[in-house]
């Protein structure tokens, strides 16, 4: 009977912990850089699933953000809540850079573009190379 008691204790304790695992943030962070590598800032960024990928679900509809890039060069996007514990894999967005935002707005005159591979829980970066930014 104490045996019995010891496993079903243990087999308790052990489900209990692996239960309380805590999600890390999924973060994708896309650096603009010009041809010699000097950050960009005041480019306006697009990541989206595009619609032959994603029609249909429900990924395409959270994935389409858009931001400026900082002085640093960068825009970041937090996909936190879009990815589920469990998940295998998260995504690859496609990228797009646009100098004003009215272009941006209408998806016109894109400068450059690129994808950005997002895997879950971690901070992905990927750099684009805009030669026609100014």
């Known amino acids: 009977m104490k045996k019995f008691i010891l496993v079903l204790l243990v087999t308790i304790l052990a489900f209990s912990f692996s239960s309380c695992r805590k999600e890390k943030d999924t973060i994708a962070t896309v650096l603009i850089v010009d041809s010699a590598n000097n950050p960009k800032a005041g480019v306006f960024v697009r990541v989206y699933c595009p619609d032959a990928t994603c029609s249909g679900g429900t990924l395409g509809d959270n994935t389409n953000r858009t931001a400026t890039t900082g002085a640093n060069g960068k825009v970041t996007f937090n996909y936190t809540e879009d990815f589920q514990l469990g998940q295998a894999g998260f995504a690859v967005l496609d990228v797009a850079v646009y100098l004003t935002e009215i272009d941006m707005e209408d998806y016109t005159n894109?400068?450059?573009?690129?994808?950005?591979?997002?895997?879950?829980?971690v901070?992905?970066?990927?750099?684009?190379?805009?030669?026609?930014c100014p």
């Open 110 to 121: 894109t400068q450059t573009s690129g994808v950005i591979k997002i895997e879950e829980e």
């Open 123 to 132: 901070e992905n970066e990927q750099t684009i190379i805009c030669q026609s």
